[in-house]
């Protein structure tokens, strides 16, 4: 596992909760580092990325206004702030990183290197 999600937990809608991702362990440079989520019984999508260089980043649109992402290079770690949470973002979050620049930052077969997942369960 070259990259360490984690900050998941139980939560109760309309709360908010920050996700981290360590990129430290990578053998690469990441040029840009993205968040996926796989909730139960559903298909796995992309939930928001970030290119560390210039900062640029991507929202899906279930979570464009409400998530935030962003890096901090000194601690080489990427962050998902996710305020007003939903049911519906219950699932396994997972971190993954490219070293390429991606001709889709929203396909998961693209990215390299990814986390272990770490779980958000929000309740109604």
């Known amino acids: 596992v070259q990259l360490q999600a984690s900050g998941g937990g139980l939560m109760q809608a309309g709360e908010s909760l920050r996700l981290s991702c360590t990129v430290s362990a990578l053998t690469f440079s990441p040029t840009q580092t993205a968040w996926f989520r796989q909730a139960p019984e559903k298909e796995g999508e992309f939930v928001a990325a970030i290119r560390w260089n210039g900062g640029h980043t991507f929202y899906a649109d279930a979570v464009k206004g409400r998530f935030t992402i962003s890096r901090d290079r000194a601690k080489v770690t990427v962050f998902l702030q996710m305020n007003n949470l939903n049911a519906d973002d219950t699932a396994i979050y997972y971190c993954?990183?490219?070293?390429?620049?991606?001709?889709?930052?929203?396909?998961?077969?693209?990215?390299?290197?990814w986390g272990q997942g770490t779980l958000v369960t929000v309740s109604s």
């Open positions: 993954a990183a490219s070293k390429s620049v991606l001709s889709s930052i929203r396909d998961a077969r693209q990215y390299g290197a």
